[in-house]
C-alpha cells in the first residue's frame, strides 16, 4: 500500500466513510404496493386455483409418457450394450471395455426400471401399463445377466458370447413390443 502524502489527516477517510454511510439518501425508493408477503387475496387465490387445475389437468397420461421415456432410454442401453458384445466378438473391443459398457448400459436399464417402479398409476391401464413395463425391464437385465456371464466365460461353455447376444436381441425386441404398445395408448 503506498504512503499517504505528509498533508492528508489518517483519520480523513474513516471519517468520510462514517459520512456517507450515515447520510440518508436524498430520494429514498418508492414502497412496494403490492400485499404483505404471504398474503393472497382473492383474486390471486382464484388465479392460483386455475393455474393448478390446469397444471394437474396438462400432467394427464404421465405414466405412460414416463414408460415410454424409460422404453426409450433401454432400447438404447440395449443396443450400445449389443454393438459392445459383438465388438468383442469380433476381436475389435477388449473384454474389459466391452465389459465396462455392458455394466454401463446395465445401469441404464436399472435407473429406468426405478423410474417406472416409483410411479404411481391412477388407473387400471396405467397400472397395466407399468406391470407390462417392470417385466419387460426385467427381461433387459437377465438379457444383460445372460451377456455379461458370456463375456466373462468366453471359453466356448455356456453361456456363449452368441447366447448373448441372443439374449441382448430378445430383451430389444420385448423393448419394441412395450415402446409400440405404450404408443398406441
Known amino acids: ?15 468520510l466513510e462514517a459520512t456517507v454511510l450515515n447520510t440518508p439518501a436524498l430520494n429514498p425508493a418508492p414502497q412496494s404496493r403490492t400485499p404483505a408477503a404471504g398474503r393472497l387475496t382473492p383474486p390471486s387465490l382464484a388465479a392460483l386455483a386455475c393455474l393448478s387445475l390446469a397444471l ?11 414408460v415410454s421415456t424409460a422404453v426409450k432410454d433401454s432400447s438404447s442401453a440395449v443396443a ?14 477388449t473384454r474389459a471395455a466391452a465389459s ?17 417402479l416409483k410411479l404411481s398409476p391412477s388407473t387400471q391401464e396405467d397400472r397395466d401399463t407399468q406391470k ?11 438379457g444383460f445377466t445372460t451377456a455379461r456371464a458370456a463375456l466373462a ?28 404398445n405404450v404408443g398406441s395408448q
Open 1 to 15: 500500500m503506498a504512503a499517504l502524502p505528509r498533508d492528508i489527516d489518517p483519520g480523513y477517510f474513516r471519517r
Open 56 to 66: 394437474l389437468t396438462g400432467c394427464s397420461g404421465g405414466t405412460s409418457q414416463s
Open 80 to 93: 450400445t450394450a449389443r454393438i459392445a458384445l459383438r465388438q468383442d466378438m469380433d476381436g475389435k473391443l
Open 100 to 116: 465396462t459398457s455392458l455394466d454401463d448400459e446395465l445401469k441404464e436399464i436399472q435407473t429406468s426400471r426405478s423410474t417406472v
Open 132 to 142: 407390462q413395463a417392470l417385466d419387460v425391464l426385467d427381461q433387459c437385465a437377465a
Open 153 to 180: 466365460g468366453n471359453d466356448g461353455g455356456t453361456p456363449s458370447l452368441p447366447d448373448g447376444d441372443k439374449a441382448l436381441a430378445d430383451a430389444q425386441d420385448a423393448l419394441k413390443q412395450l415402446e409400440d
